[in-house]
């Protein structure tokens, strides 16, 4: 194995080691919430707020990271994906309203079911964001050495 290769191997499980570690913390702070916006969670129940008012759209950064992780052994198309997903991803940071995943409970009750202000990204975010880049920058060294298609 040379050289290069050994660097693409250290970013792509360094790419998947910051995922998992994002899980352990929190991604952002509303004025409700604080820190209890970990990651599993946010991965686990975000997906139901992809089509919803606000940054819930974000959510889908992370199916386009697991495929760019899935379809390593196709450089073009793993640094395509991981692309979309860190672009997608950083659209968060401009982002000022979410719909929490808690806030409106079951569909018999009236509650309100409106936007929060956010208040914060936090380090559950950034180590998610920086996830995508690492995957990216680590193809693009890859496709700068080795061509597209390998």
Known sequence: MNKKEIVFKL??????????ISL?????????SNEDNLGYLLVLFGWSEVFTE???YVWLANPL??????TIRNTYRSFLFGSLSMVLASTFMFSNKIMPIETCGSWLE?????PVFIISKNSGYYLWLFSSIII???????????????
């Open 11 to 20: 970013t792509f499980w360094l790419s998947i080691l910051l995922y998992i």
């Open 136 to 150: 990216t920058a680590g193809n693009l060294h890859r496709m700068k050495f080795n061509g597209a298609g390998k």
């Open 110 to 114: 009236s509650m309100d079911c409106s």
């Open 54 to 56: 606000g940054a819930g």
């Open 24 to 32: 352990c913390f929190s991604g952002y702070s509303t004025p409700n």
């Open 65 to 70: 990271l697991w495929y760019s992780w899935i």
